[in-house]
């Protein structure tokens, strides 16, 4: 069975706080790790009222120093909103105090609206279009020392020095990262849990024309998908719709909490709405652990992932565990851990 890991936004809901949120997601790193999960990876957002977490960094040290086993990484850091020698420096740090524990996933997008997006860059040089190859250049030329001669940034160093920056993944929903990442030889994890891009694509075309590199020497495909899982269907059902309801509003524009099952339930769905619920379920796998693992399979082998990262995002925090619970079972993580 394919390794399984854990993608988290720390989801805030219409009964948690953010401070709560935090919390729970530091519950479930726990838990993950005595599952037998391989990689807990924290996402980046920015002025959104239901992610609680801008800032991976402190929250992969909070979860790294309670975790034993499991990978603690971004998912990603935000490239655009961070000067690379601060990236560099950060995770250094982290590597340094949990040494092959930490992950390093880089976006282009910056996560967040225009208005957000300026604001988090007002203090760094300002040019228009597209700068994510130059900074993750940039980043790199921090680890490796290669700046030309005379270049003035030979004289600065990335503390601390004697550790090495942790394995690079970049991340993506479209074909550009795909081959990016086949190009520089480094991990690549999928984003279909909102991609309009055909995960199979991406991730064949990644192998397909990987260049073995200092980086890493193999491909690695991540599928990160959304997923909920409970002891049956309808049970699942049920709590998805908050998911259903949050999604609908999120393509309205409206980054509100996660709603209650009960008041995903009562919402008065037009037909149009119904009909966008259809589309959006797509990238939301939702059923029993069997039906799940029936409804995944089919992609994780034509797409050939390495790795499956699932998302899930409930209402109930205890539901949001026992989904994870249900899956590792259904993927034979217990059985791995075991032999």
């Known amino acids: 069975m394919i390794p399984l890991s854990i993608l988290d936004l720390s989801v805030v809901t219409t009964g948690t706080k953010p401070a709560a949120a935090l919390r729970n997601s530091i519950d479930l790193a726990r838990h993950a790790d005595a599952l037998g999960y391989v990689r807990y990876w924290l996402a980046e957002h920015h002025n959104l009222a239901s992610v609680a977490s801008p800032a991976p960094d402190l929250m992969i040290g909070q979860i790294a120093a309670v975790t034993k086993n499991i990978r603690v990484g971004?998912?990603?850091?935000?490239?655009?909103?961070?000067?690379?020698?601060?990236?560099?420096?950060?995770?250094?740090?982290?590597?340094?105090?949990?040494?092959?524990?930490i992950d390093l996933g880089l976006g282009r997008a910056p996560g967040t609206d225009g208005a957000t997006a300026y604001a988090l860059r007002s203090r760094l040089d300002r040019r228009e279009g597209d700068d994510f190859l130059e900074r993750l250049h940039e980043l790199i030329l921090w680890e490796t020392r290669d700046f030309p001669p005379n270049h003035p940034y030979n004289k600065v160093v990335a503390m601390p020095d004697d550790s090495p920056l942790p394995p690079i993944w970049l991340l993506g929903s479209s074909d550009y990262s795909s081959e990016l990442a086949a190009q520089v030889g480094m991990g690549f994890a999928f984003a279909h849990h909102f991609a309009s891009y055909d995960a199979i694509e991406a991730l064949t075309n990644y192998r397909a024309h990987f260049k073995p590199s200092a980086w890493r020497a193999t491909p690695h495909g991540i599928l990160a998908v959304a997923a909920i899982a409970a002891e049956t269907d309808a049970e699942a059902e049920r709590l998805a719709s908050s998911m259903d309801l949050n999604r609908l509003r999120r393509d309205r524009g409206q980054y509100l909490p996660l709603p209650s099952v009960e008041e995903a339930l009562a919402y008065p769905y037009t037909d149009s709405e119904r009909a966008a619920l259809v589309r959006n379920r797509s990238r939301l796998f939702v059923g029993s652990p069997a039906t799940v693992l029936q409804k995944l399979q089919p992609m994780i082998s034509a797409s050939e992932a390495d790795e499956l990262m699932i998302i899930t995002a409930v209402y109930d925090h205890e539901a949001r565990k026992k989904s994870y619970t249900l899956l590792a079972d259904a993927f034979g993580l217990g059985k791995k851990a075991a032999a």
Request: net charge positive; no cysteine.
């Open 74 to 101: 971004s998912g990603g850091v935000m490239l655009p909103n961070h000067a690379p020698l601060m990236v560099a420096e950060r995770f250094k740090m982290l590597e340094a105090l949990f040494p092959g524990r």
